[in-house]
């Protein structure tokens, strides 16, 4: 398996391919992430040069570590398959597939991954795959569609599409998105991959923002797609442990495995009970406090 499916992504900071200006340097903010965008962001007539770009960024820019992903355009369009073979030539960590709304999606692209990475020599694998679940049918579809490929290391909502497709809108509140969340994270922890939540586009309401990704960390969603530098404090700040969680997680982890020694299955830490059942979650929050810079590896 790909050692980078698990890697910490809390902000996938979308970036319009075609303009030099914003995919020079974004690595100075720290995103976890970013999203290389040859869809949406780039006019059809620009499309071509939108390609170029992205080739010579991804060959010539040092992103420092940040893992770079590409939105490739539609499935149902002919530019695609070159926008896969562009991104795999020229470096890319991993593809994302617009409007996905079944297994057959995924294993498409998988196979267009493959031939690139024949093609230019890449080592076989190195491409991952996410899946945007912008529609109705593509959320119905969200388990099979994360259990399409080895490759595919999680799915996204996106809100706007996916309002559109219920005959609704984007109101603030969660609601209209409230179903398509639940259901896209139980699908991706069935399966084993991470879940990543739709962009929150009013930058003036960062209350606004803020509260969202609360909601969505509770959850259990993986990290947020954001559009802005000024989104990324927020969503680091809340999806780090705090120096309490990580200090609880470490007497669970520590008393799970003196006690699973001696035979004790239920036992109590700082006055909460304690089982087995709680040592996944507390191995988790000191990997994503490693992961986030605030607990060191141990020696």
């Known amino acids: 398996m790909n050692p980078n499916k698990k890697r910490l992504r809390r902000t996938m900071m979308f970036l319009n391919a075609k303009k030099p200006g914003l995919i020079i340097d974004p690595y100075i903010y720290k995103p976890d992430s970013i999203m290389l965008d040859l869809e949406d962001a780039v006019a059809e007539k620009e499309k071509d040069a939108a390609r170029f770009s992205l080739f010579h960024a991804l060959r010539e820019i040092n992103y420092q570590g940040i893992e770079c992903i590409v939105r490739i355009n539609g499935l149902d369009t002919d530019l695609w398959e070159e926008d896969i073979r562009c991104a795999v030539a020229g470096g890319a960590d991993g593809i994302r597939i617009p409007k996905t709304e079944s297994p057959e999606d995924v294993k498409k692209v998988e196979k267009a991954i493959e031939e690139a990475e024949q093609e ?165 929050t000191l990997e994503l406090a490693k992961a986030a810079g605030v607990l060191k590896e141990e020696c």
């Open 120 to 284: 230019f020599g890449v080592e076989s694998g190195k491409v991952l795959i996410m899946a945007a679940l912008e529609s109705a049918k593509g959320v119905l579809q969200a388990l099979d569609i994360c259990q399409a490929s080895e490759r595919l290391f999680g799915i996204a909502l996106s809100g706007g599409d996916y309002t559109k497709d219920l005959q609704t809108y984007i109101t603030g509140t969660g609601i209209e998105l409230m179903g398509a969340r639940q259901q896209m994270i139980i699908a991706a922890r069935a399966a084993g991959v991470q879940c990543f939540d739709t962009v929150y586009t009013d930058l003036d309401d960062m209350e606004g923002f803020y509260k969202d990704v609360e909601t969505i960390h509770m959850m259990g969603f993986d990290g947020k797609s954001i559009i802005n530098p000024r989104q990324i404090e927020p969503v680091h700040k809340i999806y780090t442990p705090t120096n309490k969680q990580i200090i609880f997680a470490q007497k669970v982890v520590k008393e799970i495995d003196e006690k699973k020694k001696l035979g004790i299955g239920v036992f109590t830490v700082d006055g909460k009970m304690i089982d087995i059942a709680f040592y996944d979650g507390a191995k988790r």
